[in-house]
């Protein structure tokens, strides 16, 4: 059974950086699309960003354009998010997730993702 496990989350002050890790068990990340997710009390998941599946390609929501980064190391089988210029509105938990089929594309849909992690808290507050 395929597993998921996010780390890096945190406190940190606005305008400060974090990188959260999203490591798969079970499964390959390879030729998969992954894609992060993010949850504040009282809103909905929110899509925050989708590596491809084999072009590489990255997808940003627009709140984040500009200060987020995901890779992929696939020799350790594990997908990143670099967060910069962080701000108070960033404090949310993020998911990783993937998709099962092996050459699917991104997308913002979460239902359409198979695989979830448990999530990791990240705090932006001074």
């Known amino acids: 059974q395929g597993q998921l496990v996010e780390s890096g989350g945190g406190l940190v002050q606005p305008g400060g950086s974090l990188r959260l890790s999203c490591a798969a068990s079970?499964?390959?990340?390879?030729?998969?699309?992954i894609g992060w997710f993010r949850q504040a009390p009282g809103k909905e998941r929110e899509w925050v960003s989708c590596i491809g599946s084999t072009d590489g390609n990255t997808y940003y929501g627009d709140s984040v354009k500009g200060r987020f980064t995901i890779s992929r190391d696939n020799a350790k089988n594990t997908v990143y998010l670099q967060m910069n210029s962080l701000k108070p509105e960033d404090t949310a938990v993020y998911y990783c997730a993937a998709r099962r089929n092996v050459l699917s594309l991104c997308t913002e849909s979460a239902s359409r993702y198979d695989y979830w992690g448990q999530g990791t808290q990240v705090t932006i507050s001074s």
């Open positions: 079970g499964f390959t990340l390879d030729y998969r699309a």
